[in-house]
Protein backbone atom coordinates (compact mmCIF):
# COMPACT_ATOMS: atom_id res chain seq x y z
CA UNK A 1 0.00 0.00 0.00
CA UNK A 2 1.42 3.56 -0.67
CA UNK A 3 0.48 6.45 1.94
CA UNK A 4 -1.64 9.28 -0.14
CA UNK A 5 -0.91 12.75 0.53
CA UNK A 6 -2.23 16.25 0.82
CA UNK A 7 -0.25 19.04 1.36
CA UNK A 8 -1.42 22.10 2.90
CA UNK A 9 0.32 25.13 2.80
CA UNK A 10 2.11 25.24 -0.43
CA UNK A 11 5.24 27.26 0.89
CA UNK A 12 8.86 26.84 0.96
CA UNK A 13 8.75 23.98 3.37
CA UNK A 14 6.02 21.70 1.74
CA UNK A 15 7.23 22.32 -1.79
CA UNK A 16 10.62 20.67 -0.02
CA UNK A 17 8.69 17.82 1.31
CA UNK A 18 6.60 17.65 -2.18
CA UNK A 19 10.22 17.27 -4.52
CA UNK A 20 11.49 15.23 -2.06
CA UNK A 21 8.48 12.34 -2.05
CA UNK A 22 8.56 12.27 -5.75
CA UNK A 23 11.99 9.76 -4.87
CA UNK A 24 9.14 7.86 -2.13
CA UNK A 25 7.56 4.70 -2.60
CA UNK A 26 5.42 3.81 0.21
CA UNK A 27 4.38 7.79 0.35
CA UNK A 28 3.10 9.59 -3.23
CA UNK A 29 1.48 13.65 -3.24
CA UNK A 30 -2.00 13.62 -4.63
CA UNK A 31 -3.82 16.84 -3.19
CA UNK A 32 -3.23 19.98 -2.41
CA UNK A 33 -4.86 22.83 -0.28
CA UNK A 34 -3.92 26.31 -0.67
CA UNK A 35 -5.71 29.72 -0.37
CA UNK A 36 -4.21 30.82 -3.85
CA UNK A 37 -5.32 29.43 -6.97
CA UNK A 38 -2.28 29.65 -9.05
CA UNK A 39 0.09 28.16 -6.31
CA UNK A 40 -2.71 25.11 -6.94
CA UNK A 41 -2.68 25.25 -10.74
CA UNK A 42 1.01 25.37 -10.94
CA UNK A 43 1.40 22.96 -8.23
CA UNK A 44 -1.14 20.55 -10.52
CA UNK A 45 1.00 20.71 -13.53
CA UNK A 46 4.30 20.14 -11.40
CA UNK A 47 2.89 17.08 -9.71
CA UNK A 48 -0.16 15.80 -12.15
CA UNK A 49 -3.01 16.19 -9.30
CA UNK A 50 -6.44 16.10 -10.34
CA UNK A 51 -9.27 18.59 -9.92
CA UNK A 52 -11.14 16.90 -7.33
CA UNK A 53 -7.99 16.42 -5.01
CA UNK A 54 -7.11 20.40 -4.68
CA UNK A 55 -8.82 21.88 -1.48
CA UNK A 56 -9.35 25.57 0.10
CA UNK A 57 -8.96 26.65 3.30
CA UNK A 58 -12.61 26.75 3.41
CA UNK A 59 -13.92 23.72 1.85
CA UNK A 60 -11.04 21.29 3.08
CA UNK A 61 -13.36 19.54 5.44
CA UNK A 62 -14.95 17.75 2.49
CA UNK A 63 -11.79 15.90 2.27
CA UNK A 64 -13.96 13.75 4.34
CA UNK A 65 -16.05 12.49 1.72
CA UNK A 66 -12.70 11.94 -0.62
CA UNK A 67 -11.42 8.20 -0.57
CA UNK A 68 -8.32 9.10 -2.91
CA UNK A 69 -6.40 10.86 -0.23
CA UNK A 70 -5.24 8.97 3.29
CA UNK A 71 -3.21 12.11 5.13
CA UNK A 72 -3.25 15.65 5.33
CA UNK A 73 0.80 17.09 5.84
CA UNK A 74 0.68 20.71 7.56
CA UNK A 75 3.46 23.13 6.27
CA UNK A 76 1.63 26.59 7.48
CA UNK A 77 2.68 28.92 10.03
CA UNK A 78 3.05 27.75 13.17
CA UNK A 79 -0.23 29.48 14.74
CA UNK A 80 -2.45 27.53 12.33
CA UNK A 81 -1.43 24.21 12.67
CA UNK A 82 -3.59 23.74 15.83
CA UNK A 83 -6.78 24.67 13.95
CA UNK A 84 -5.95 22.87 11.08
CA UNK A 85 -5.24 19.60 12.43
CA UNK A 86 -8.02 19.03 14.38
CA UNK A 87 -10.34 19.91 11.09
CA UNK A 88 -8.10 17.35 9.26
CA UNK A 89 -8.39 14.66 12.03
CA UNK A 90 -12.67 15.59 12.14
CA UNK A 91 -12.16 14.40 8.36
CA UNK A 92 -11.16 11.29 9.44
CA UNK A 93 -7.43 11.96 7.49
CA UNK A 94 -4.56 11.07 9.35
CA UNK A 95 -2.77 14.09 10.20
CA UNK A 96 1.05 15.00 9.46
CA UNK A 97 2.33 18.43 11.15
CA UNK A 98 5.15 20.66 10.72
CA UNK A 99 7.47 21.59 14.02
CA UNK A 100 6.66 23.40 16.62
CA UNK A 101 3.34 21.25 16.28
CA UNK A 102 1.82 24.21 18.28
CA UNK A 103 2.27 27.47 19.64
CA UNK A 104 2.02 25.62 23.54
CA UNK A 105 1.29 22.85 25.41
CA UNK A 106 -2.67 23.15 25.55
CA UNK A 107 -2.94 23.62 22.45
CA UNK A 108 -0.86 20.25 21.65
CA UNK A 109 -2.72 17.84 23.84
CA UNK A 110 -5.92 19.44 22.46
CA UNK A 111 -4.80 18.47 19.06
CA UNK A 112 -3.69 14.65 20.72
CA UNK A 113 -7.25 14.81 22.06
CA UNK A 114 -8.83 15.03 18.78
CA UNK A 115 -6.72 12.61 17.17
CA UNK A 116 -7.29 9.68 19.61
CA UNK A 117 -11.23 10.95 19.21
CA UNK A 118 -11.15 10.79 15.33
CA UNK A 119 -8.79 7.48 15.39
CA UNK A 120 -6.38 8.76 12.79
CA UNK A 121 -2.39 9.20 13.38
CA UNK A 122 -0.64 12.62 14.41
CA UNK A 123 2.50 12.44 13.57
CA UNK A 124 5.40 15.43 13.20
CA UNK A 125 7.89 16.61 11.18
CA UNK A 126 10.78 15.61 13.05
CA UNK A 127 13.08 14.47 10.16
CA UNK A 128 16.45 14.09 12.11
CA UNK A 129 14.74 10.84 13.49
CA UNK A 130 15.22 9.23 10.59
CA UNK A 131 18.63 10.71 9.63
CA UNK A 132 21.40 7.89 8.99
CA UNK A 133 24.32 9.92 11.17
CA UNK A 134 21.78 10.72 13.98
CA UNK A 135 20.89 7.21 14.28
CA UNK A 136 23.98 5.71 14.72
CA UNK A 137 25.17 7.96 17.63
CA UNK A 138 21.94 7.37 19.08
CA UNK A 139 22.91 3.68 18.66
CA UNK A 140 26.28 3.90 20.02
CA UNK A 141 24.85 5.58 23.37
CA UNK A 142 22.36 2.97 23.62
CA UNK A 143 25.11 0.40 23.30
CA UNK A 144 27.13 2.66 26.21
CA UNK A 145 30.53 3.71 23.20
CA UNK A 146 30.22 7.37 25.43
CA UNK A 147 29.96 5.77 28.56
CA UNK A 148 27.16 7.50 31.10
CA UNK A 149 26.13 10.28 29.28
CA UNK A 150 27.46 14.14 31.20
CA UNK A 151 26.69 16.86 28.86
CA UNK A 152 25.14 17.74 25.18
CA UNK A 153 25.07 21.58 23.50
CA UNK A 154 23.25 22.12 21.11
CA UNK A 155 23.51 25.23 19.21
CA UNK A 156 20.74 26.24 16.53
CA UNK A 157 20.28 29.17 14.49
CA UNK A 158 19.73 31.21 11.62
CA UNK A 159 20.20 34.81 10.48
CA UNK A 160 16.68 35.51 9.84
CA UNK A 161 16.05 38.16 6.66
CA UNK A 162 12.74 39.86 5.77
CA UNK A 163 11.17 42.08 8.43
CA UNK A 164 7.95 41.37 7.54
CA UNK A 165 7.79 37.63 7.41
CA UNK A 166 5.54 35.46 9.56
CA UNK A 167 8.45 34.54 11.62
CA UNK A 168 8.52 37.76 12.90
CA UNK A 169 4.79 37.95 13.99
CA UNK A 170 4.56 36.97 17.00
CA UNK A 171 0.85 35.85 15.90
CA UNK A 172 1.81 33.41 13.28
CA UNK A 173 4.97 32.31 15.16
CA UNK A 174 3.75 31.91 18.55
CA UNK A 175 7.56 33.37 19.33
CA UNK A 176 10.78 34.00 17.64
CA UNK A 177 13.94 32.06 17.35
CA UNK A 178 13.47 29.51 20.28
CA UNK A 179 9.98 28.09 18.38
CA UNK A 180 11.41 27.65 15.08
CA UNK A 181 14.99 26.96 15.08
CA UNK A 182 15.88 26.40 18.88
CA UNK A 183 13.26 23.36 19.09
CA UNK A 184 15.74 21.13 17.17
CA UNK A 185 18.33 21.82 20.18
CA UNK A 186 15.69 20.78 22.92
CA UNK A 187 14.61 17.73 20.90
CA UNK A 188 18.34 17.05 20.13
CA UNK A 189 19.21 16.94 23.87
CA UNK A 190 16.39 14.42 24.30
CA UNK A 191 17.31 12.07 21.56
CA UNK A 192 21.37 12.69 22.07
CA UNK A 193 20.92 12.05 26.13
CA UNK A 194 17.86 9.68 25.53
CA UNK A 195 16.44 11.10 28.77
CA UNK A 196 13.45 14.07 29.18
CA UNK A 197 14.87 17.62 31.25
CA UNK A 198 13.54 17.63 34.79
CA UNK A 199 14.27 21.18 34.43
CA UNK A 200 14.61 24.36 32.89
CA UNK A 201 16.54 27.56 33.29
CA UNK A 202 16.87 30.01 30.61
CA UNK A 203 18.36 34.03 29.77
CA UNK A 204 17.53 35.62 26.71
CA UNK A 205 19.26 38.38 24.59
CA UNK A 206 18.27 40.87 22.30
CA UNK A 207 20.17 43.25 20.48
CA UNK A 208 17.67 44.37 17.82
CA UNK A 209 14.26 45.44 19.45
CA UNK A 210 12.50 46.77 16.56
CA UNK A 211 13.33 43.99 14.50
CA UNK A 212 12.37 41.43 16.94
CA UNK A 213 8.92 42.77 18.86
CA UNK A 214 7.70 42.41 22.19
CA UNK A 215 7.03 38.43 22.02
CA UNK A 216 9.74 37.29 19.19
CA UNK A 217 12.76 36.21 20.75
CA UNK A 218 15.75 36.98 18.73
CA UNK A 219 18.02 34.64 21.17
CA UNK A 220 17.51 32.78 24.18
CA UNK A 221 20.06 30.24 25.81
CA UNK A 222 19.05 27.91 27.92
CA UNK A 223 19.87 24.96 30.29
CA UNK A 224 18.21 21.22 30.67
CA UNK A 225 19.10 19.01 33.46
CA UNK A 226 18.25 15.21 33.19
CA UNK A 227 16.82 12.41 35.92
CA UNK A 228 20.73 11.27 35.65
CA UNK A 229 22.52 14.26 36.35
CA UNK A 230 23.22 14.88 32.89
CA UNK A 231 22.91 18.45 32.24
CA UNK A 232 22.66 20.88 28.34
CA UNK A 233 23.48 23.87 27.04
CA UNK A 234 21.81 25.15 24.26
CA UNK A 235 21.51 28.21 22.51
CA UNK A 236 18.73 29.43 20.43
CA UNK A 237 19.11 32.60 17.46
CA UNK A 238 17.71 34.67 14.79
CA UNK A 239 21.11 36.55 14.50
CA UNK A 240 24.12 33.75 13.31
CA UNK A 241 24.37 32.23 10.07
CA UNK A 242 26.36 29.10 10.31
CA UNK A 243 25.27 27.55 14.11
CA UNK A 244 24.13 24.15 14.10
CA UNK A 245 26.18 22.11 16.40
CA UNK A 246 25.66 19.35 18.56
CA UNK A 247 28.06 18.19 21.31
CA UNK A 248 27.02 15.19 23.03
CA UNK A 249 29.82 13.84 25.70
CA UNK A 250 30.25 11.02 28.34
CA UNK A 251 32.39 9.78 30.79
CA UNK A 252 34.20 7.27 27.68
CA UNK A 253 33.71 9.71 24.38
CA UNK A 254 32.04 12.32 22.47
CA UNK A 255 30.19 12.33 19.12
CA UNK A 256 30.21 15.98 17.75
CA UNK A 257 28.28 16.78 14.68
CA UNK A 258 28.16 20.16 12.70
CA UNK A 259 26.15 20.80 10.84
CA UNK A 260 23.48 18.74 12.74
CA UNK A 261 20.41 19.60 11.60
CA UNK A 262 20.68 21.29 8.37
CA UNK A 263 19.13 19.78 5.43
CA UNK A 264 22.04 17.86 4.96
CA UNK A 265 25.04 16.33 4.35
CA UNK A 266 25.22 15.75 8.00
CA UNK A 267 28.52 15.72 9.31
CA UNK A 268 30.21 14.33 12.71
CA UNK A 269 32.68 12.55 14.40
CA UNK A 270 33.03 10.40 17.64
CA UNK A 271 35.76 9.29 19.80
CA UNK A 272 36.18 6.33 17.39
CA UNK A 273 36.22 8.06 14.21
CA UNK A 274 34.07 9.72 11.60
CA UNK A 275 30.59 9.12 11.01
CA UNK A 276 30.20 8.07 7.32
CA UNK A 277 26.77 6.48 6.90
CA UNK A 278 25.48 8.37 3.79
CA UNK A 279 23.30 10.91 2.71
CA UNK A 280 19.82 10.81 1.97
CA UNK A 281 17.34 14.06 1.66
CA UNK A 282 15.69 14.17 4.77
CA UNK A 283 12.23 14.59 3.76
CA UNK A 284 12.41 11.35 1.26
CA UNK A 285 13.69 9.59 4.53
CA UNK A 286 11.05 11.08 6.76
CA UNK A 287 8.06 10.40 4.36
CA UNK A 288 8.74 6.46 3.78
CA UNK A 289 9.18 6.09 7.41
CA UNK A 290 5.59 8.12 7.91
CA UNK A 291 4.25 5.87 5.78
CA UNK A 292 5.92 2.75 7.34
CA UNK A 293 4.43 3.95 10.67
CA UNK A 294 0.69 5.15 9.60
CA UNK A 295 0.09 1.88 7.30
CA UNK A 296 2.16 -0.82 8.96
CA UNK A 297 2.57 0.48 12.57
CA UNK A 298 5.81 0.33 12.21
CA UNK A 299 7.72 1.50 15.02
CA UNK A 300 10.41 4.67 14.79
CA UNK A 301 14.01 4.33 16.92
CA UNK A 302 12.91 7.96 18.28
CA UNK A 303 8.75 8.41 18.37
CA UNK A 304 7.63 10.97 16.27
CA UNK A 305 3.99 11.38 17.55
CA UNK A 306 1.80 13.74 19.11
CA UNK A 307 3.00 12.65 22.67
CA UNK A 308 6.38 13.14 21.37
CA UNK A 309 6.14 16.72 20.22
CA UNK A 310 4.19 17.93 23.37
CA UNK A 311 7.24 17.05 25.14
CA UNK A 312 8.71 19.51 22.85
CA UNK A 313 6.22 21.87 23.64
CA UNK A 314 5.70 21.88 27.53
CA UNK A 315 10.36 22.55 27.26
CA UNK A 316 9.03 25.56 25.33
CA UNK A 317 6.51 26.58 27.84
CA UNK A 318 8.62 26.20 30.92
CA UNK A 319 11.58 28.29 28.75
CA UNK A 320 9.57 31.52 28.12
CA UNK A 321 8.74 30.83 31.71
CA UNK A 322 12.37 30.50 32.86
CA UNK A 323 13.12 33.96 30.83
CA UNK A 324 10.16 35.80 32.11
CA UNK A 325 10.80 34.98 35.72
CA UNK A 326 14.27 34.69 36.19
CA UNK A 327 13.54 31.58 38.01
CA UNK A 328 14.48 27.46 37.62
CA UNK A 329 11.25 25.95 36.11
CA UNK A 330 10.85 22.29 37.11
CA UNK A 331 9.00 19.90 34.71
CA UNK A 332 7.29 16.84 34.13
CA UNK A 333 6.79 15.54 30.99
CA UNK A 334 6.12 11.85 31.81
P1 LIG B 1 6.41 29.66 4.13
O1 LIG B 1 6.04 31.04 4.49
O2 LIG B 1 7.39 29.44 3.04
O3 LIG B 1 5.11 28.81 3.79
C1 LIG B 1 3.93 28.92 4.53
C2 LIG B 1 2.75 28.69 3.60
O4 LIG B 1 1.54 28.80 4.35
C3 LIG B 1 2.67 29.74 2.47
O5 LIG B 1 2.44 29.09 1.25
C4 LIG B 1 1.47 30.58 2.86
O6 LIG B 1 0.79 31.10 1.74
C5 LIG B 1 0.61 29.57 3.60
N1 LIG B 1 -0.40 30.16 4.47
C6 LIG B 1 -1.61 29.62 4.63
N2 LIG B 1 -2.36 30.38 5.45
C7 LIG B 1 -1.59 31.42 5.82
C8 LIG B 1 -1.81 32.56 6.65
N3 LIG B 1 -2.98 32.76 7.29
N4 LIG B 1 -0.79 33.42 6.82
C9 LIG B 1 0.39 33.22 6.21
N5 LIG B 1 0.65 32.17 5.39
C10 LIG B 1 -0.34 31.28 5.20
O7 LIG B 1 6.94 28.98 5.48
P2 LIG B 1 7.76 27.63 5.60
O8 LIG B 1 9.19 27.95 5.77
O9 LIG B 1 7.37 26.72 4.52
O10 LIG B 1 7.25 27.06 7.02
C11 LIG B 1 6.00 26.41 7.16
C12 LIG B 1 6.02 25.48 8.37
O11 LIG B 1 7.01 24.48 8.15
C13 LIG B 1 6.38 26.14 9.70
O12 LIG B 1 5.64 25.58 10.74
C14 LIG B 1 7.86 25.81 9.87
O13 LIG B 1 8.27 25.76 11.23
C15 LIG B 1 7.94 24.46 9.21
N6 LIG B 1 9.27 24.17 8.66
C16 LIG B 1 9.89 23.01 8.99
C17 LIG B 1 11.13 22.71 8.49
C18 LIG B 1 11.79 21.41 8.81
O14 LIG B 1 12.96 21.23 8.48
N7 LIG B 1 11.10 20.46 9.41
C19 LIG B 1 11.78 23.62 7.66
C20 LIG B 1 11.13 24.81 7.33
C21 LIG B 1 9.87 25.07 7.84
Known sequence: PVLRVAIMGLGSYGSRVADAMQA?????????????????????????IPDKNCYNYENFDRIKDNKDIDAVYITTPNALHHDEAIRIAAAGKHVICEKPMALNAKQGQEMIAACKKANVKLLVGYRMHFEAKTLEVIRMRKNGDFGKIM???????????DPTQWRLNKELAGGGSL???????INGSRYMTGEDPIWVTAQETKTDPVKFKEGVDETIQFQ??????????????????????????????????????????????????ELTQPHVTHQTVQMEEMAGIILEGKQPVVAVDGEEALKDLKIID????AVKTGQKVDLKLS
Open 24 to 48: CVKAKLVGVISGTPSKIKDWQSRFS
Open 151 to 161: FFQGLCGFRIG
Open 318 to 321: AIYH
Open 179 to 185: MDIGIYA
Open 224 to 273: LGFPSGAVASCLSTYNMNYLDRFYLNGEKGFAEMQPSTGYGPIRGRTHKG
